[in-house]
């Protein structure tokens, strides 16, 4: 049976009635006015930066075969606008008088998994609600069961009213809405709440540093993932748009995750067994599965596990060997454009060499696993395909001269690239900031793993920062499917996001968490030596920025706890029964000179020492406490701060004046009148350094012939004559929220392109540009947000040769394109 609590505040459960909806039902507090639940209370950590309401309960023995249980939110503010145009804040939890139509805007804190519900004794006319992760009312693609996340009111036994948008009733919520379109009498709302689903977890692991903003992004990262526990498996996306079942690739970074922050073991090996028969056609998710089980083992050393799937694996294993190097179908590598932009071009170069590397690394990490769990057949068979195919790949001249980020990150993830290998790896694919970002945080995941083997912790911070952090800055509580920084820039905090070629943008997508388990393997430094954690490594890789670090991470033999700080040279560490501790003593640049663990030299309570260029290992730590002094000689020295740059420097000029009337304006060199004609057909004239264009995942239609209106582009004849045609994203159908302008020129001179947007129904369209080097699909410039081209808009670039512009919907119809110029 299902219970459900109102949570009241941060400190304490208000337990209510068991209630298999959870619709409906009231606090019954106890003499101080709160109640908590017989199975748990708040009595773990309270972590500020955390966004979960729920991040200090503490349920008694979760288990994997646990139900979901509710709880309850109320808004944190509530503002009202009437009909007429006027605005007021309303104080939450009092009731809430109607007397005209208005709408009141909810904003719950952070995104929520729940649904929106109200009471009324007396309501009395139309009311309409909606529920969205950003600003303005969610609209997702066709597929979802509700695609607008507006619908009317329904009211359930009794008094109560609720949202319900598909037949499991959560959606990913952080703001809402209530639209009261008529009135017939005044009225009164109350009771305004968010009745949520949670999985019963308990956070086992921790993270904390003097930047709060990593410390946030641990948690952020957690938050994500525990929202996507379902009752049986891990979802994949809270708004549901006909994809949030559990995708095998998608998981790995979740359970990865879910592993540090909750120690959730049985529900990760159930996770486990139930993707382990899924294929979803894409190559690469498969093999992500295998590095989950690989994930899995180590931490949790259950080797009964491992022989139930390891036959999965070596089928998963042998199915890439027969891939290599042919070219497969990938199907789907990544939504990044160098990727091949998700489904539309996944065997893109890039791609296949991504796969070829991750194939590596796969093999790699399941021989070395294999031969932990007594496996040394099938150890020697997976190693000697990486020595194989390593080898053959070292045979070419430049083996790795055409690896972009992502093969390359895959190459030093498989574990056989040499220093100087991946010396020239960073050189060609990492070193520039900019370029060292994908479009989605899954693959960027797997890019920091990339930059800590290289040693380069500093520049992923930077990266870290960038990417997750840049989605907190943006006003996320959650991680993102998809995100840019220049998002910042050019969109409003938590507004809407860009749609594109993944469909309608998940604000809450838990393979976004990855950087969770990296946070706590590379930052605070733990991570499982032997299966299980029977030995273990802490050696935090700190910086002058990133000085001092504490948190703990969950293990079969209890918790292990540690803290430095780099500054002070002081520390702690817990090392659970059952297990021996690697101390990694950093040296960020300076000289170790001593090291006390309690108040015996380190020596003494260690059976070997050992150093690198980066620690002074301490290695055969028994269980127990230790306080840790460090004595350093030298100085710490800041990294150098890296510039944020683009190669199309000049920014993006608009123009909302010129409308049709482009002549002497733009269109010199020549123009492209996007469907035109009468009969439909573009009318072109190519710049004489323009080999060609082609639009790819567009729709069109012709709008108007002979128009008087000044927004329809005028005819370069003189004669006054005004069509106007358009070419627009193919909304509503998944995954075509967007459409592609290659132009290939033939030279790489500088030249103005002006791209002229009209939204000809008024319809409020919103759109976004994005430009790419078309050769090698480097992102160029920021986004270009085009708002309110109801009378037409000019988005005017420079630029320098072959370039693709993706034109994305933000919100309205579809995005639409008149035409473009050149000059």
């Known amino acids: 049976m299902k219970r459900t609590f109102v949570l009241t505040s941060l400190l304490a459960f208000a337990a209510l009635s068991p209630n298999d909806s959870g619709y409906g039902a009231s606090p019954s507090p106890d003499a101080a006015g709160l109640c908590v639940p017989v199975r748990g209370s708040f009595c773990g950590e309270k972590v500020p930066e955390s966004p979960d309401p729920l991040v200090a309960y503490r349920w008694e023995r979760p288990l994997a075969s646990d139900d979901l249980e509710h709880y309850e939110l109320h808004p944190l503010s509530i503002e009202m606008r009437t009909a007429s145009g006027k605005t007021r804040s309303i104080r939450p939890g009092r009731p809430i008088r109607i007397d005209e139509p208005c709408t009141l805007m909810l904003d719950f804190g952070q995104v929520n998994a729940g649904w929106l519900a109200f009471d009324s004794d007396d309501l009395a006319g139309e009311v309409e609600m909606s529920i969205s992760e ?23 036994d009794g008094n109560t009213y609720l949202l319900r948008l598909n037949d499991e009733l959560y959606e990913g919520v952080r703001y809402g809405w209530i639209h009261v379109r008529s009135a017939d009498r005044p009225f009164t709302i109350s009771a305004i709440r968010l009745t949520c689903q949670i999985k019963p977890t308990n956070y086992e692991g921790s993270f904390a540093c003097n930047d709060p903003s990593l410390t946030r992004i641990w948690y952020t990262g957690a938050y994500t993932v525990k929202l996507n526990l379902l009752k049986d498996y891990f979802g994949a996306i809270l708004m549901e748009r006909s994809d949030r079942h559990s995708w095998t690739g998608d998981a790995h970074p979740s359970q990865a995750a879910s592993m540090v922050a909750f120690g959730n073991y049985d529900f990760v ?31 949790t050393g259950d080797r009964q596990t491992f022989d139930q799937l390891k036959e999965n694996a070596c089928n998963k294993l042998d199915i890439a060997y027969e891939h290599y190097g042919k070219s497969p179908d990938l199907q789907f590598f990544g939504w990044d454009e160098r990727l091949g932009a998700g489904f539309e071009n996944p065997n893109c170069p890039e791609s296949q060499n991504a796969y070829k590397m991750l194939s590596l690394r796969a093999w790699n990490e399941f ?37 972009g980020l992502f093969a390359a990150s895959d190459a030093v993830n498989a574990g056989f690239t040499t ?45 870290i920062d960038d990417c997750w952090g840049g989605q907190l800055r943006y006003g996320g509580t959650t991680f993102f499917e998809v995100y840019r920084p220049s998002w910042n820039e050019s969109l409003a905090p938590n507004g809407a996001p860009v749609n594109n070629q993944c469909g309608y943008t998940s604000l809450t997508h838990p393979w ?20 299980g954690f029977g030995s273990f490594l802490a050696a935090p890789h700190l910086t002058p920025d990133v000085h001092s670090v504490r948190g703990s991470m969950p293990t079969p033999h209890g918790t292990v706890r540690y803290s430095f700080d780099l500054k002070t040279g002081r520390g702690r560490l817990v090392v659970p029964d059952g297990t021996r501790a690697t101390v990694g003593i950093p040296k960020s640049g300076r000289t170790v000179r001593s090291v006390l663990l309690g108040k015996r030299p380190a020596e003494q309570a260690s059976d070997k020492r050992t150093e690198d260029s980066l620690f002074v290992y301490y290695h055969g730590i028994r269980p127990g406490e230790y306080e840790i002094r460090a004595a350093y000689s030298g100085k710490l020295r800041r990294p150098r701060k890296e510039p944020f740059l683009y190669a199309c420097p000049q920014p993006a000029v608009q123009d909302s004046t010129t409308r049709g009337d482009w002549p002497g304006r733009y269109g010199s060199k020549g ?28 729709g069109g239609l012709h709008i108007a012939t002979r128009t008087d209106d000044r927004r329809a582009p005028v005819s370069e004849d003189g004669s006054g004559t005004r069509n106007a045609g358009t070419v627009v994203t193919l909304d509503p159908a998944p995954c075509n929220q967007t459409m592609t302008v290659d132009i ?27 430009v790419f080097d078309l050769d090698d699909k480097r992102l160029l ?25 993706r034109i994305n919907q933000v919100r309205g119809t579809n995005a639409s394109l008149c035409a473009l110029f050149f000059d």
């Open 744 to 770: 290939r020129n033939k030279h790489d001179g500088p030249y103005r392109l002006a791209l002229y947007f009209v939204d000809w129904e008024k319809t409020g369209r919103r759109s976004a540009v994005e």
């Open 671 to 698: 123009y492209v009148f996007c469907h035109y004609e009468p009969d439909g057909s573009h009318r072109i004239r190519l710049p004489e350094f323009t080999d060609s264009i082609r639009f790819a995942k567009t």
């Open 367 to 403: 021989s070395r696993a294999a031969g932990a769990a007594g496996y040394a057949d099938i150890a020697e068979k997976y190693a000697a395909y990486v020595e194989q195919k390593s080898r053959e790949l070292r045979e070419h001249p430049d083996p790795f001269g055409s690896f």
């Open 781 to 805: 410039m920021p986004v270009q947000i085009v708002r309110d081209y109801r009378e037409g808009r000019y988005v005017v670039l420079s630029l320098e040769g072959s370039v693709r512009l």
């Open 419 to 463: 220093p100087a290998e991946q010396q020239r790896l960073w050189q060609n694919a990492f070193s520039d900031r900019q370029q060292r970002l994908s479009y989605s945080p899954f693959n960027q995941y797997f890019v920091i793993q990339a930059m800590a083997r290289m040693g380069r912790h500093a520049e992923a911070l930077t990266t």
């Open 512 to 531: 976004s968490a990855g950087v969770t388990k990296w946070l706590s393997e590379e930052i605070l430094g733990i991570r499982p030596l032997s299966p």
């Open 269 to 299: 090996k159930q996770n486990l067994f139930y993707t382990s028969t899924q294929f979803n056609g894409i190559a690469g998710y498969s093999l992500y599965w295998v590095l989950s089980l690989v994930d899995y083992f180590d931490y």
């Open 134 to 156: 950003y600003t303005e009312p969610a609209v997702l693609n066709a597929g979802a069961q509700h695609p607008v996340k507006t619908a009317a009111a329904e009211r359930q």
